[in-house]
C-alpha cells in the first residue's frame, strides 16, 4: 500500500508547494477563531466575576434578579449557596476552558492542558 496514504493531510499540504497560500490561510483563521473564542470567554468570566462578584461583595444579592429569572431569593440560604457556588465554578470552568485553547499554555504546562498525557503531544 502507498505509504502517503498513511501521512497526516496537514503533511501532504504543506509538501505541495501551490497549496502553501492555503495552509496560512488555514493556520490564520484556526488562530483567529481561537483568539475569538477564548477572548469571548474571557469577557464572560470578567463578567459574571464583575457582576456577581461584586454585588455579593456589597451584600446586594437582590441585585443578581436583574438578570436572572429566578436568582436571589430571600431566606432560601441552601438555594442562593447553589446560585453562588453555580456562578463561581462557571467563572472558573470559562476561563480554564478558554486557556486550554492558548499554544503557550499547552506548551508549557502539558499536564495540565492534558492530564493523562506526560509531554502533551
Known sequence: MNASVFTAPHRLLAANASTSRAVSALRFSAAAWASVAVLGQFVFAVYVALFYGRSAAR????????????????????????LASHLLLGAVVTLAGGMQLVPIIRRRWPR???PGSARGS
Open 59 to 82: 451584600g446586594d444579592f437582590a441585585a443578581w434578579n436583574k438578570v436572572l429569572q429566578v436568582g436571589y431569593v430571600p431566606g432560601d440560604t441552601v438555594g442562593n449557596l447553589v
Open 112 to 114: 495540565w492542558h492534558r
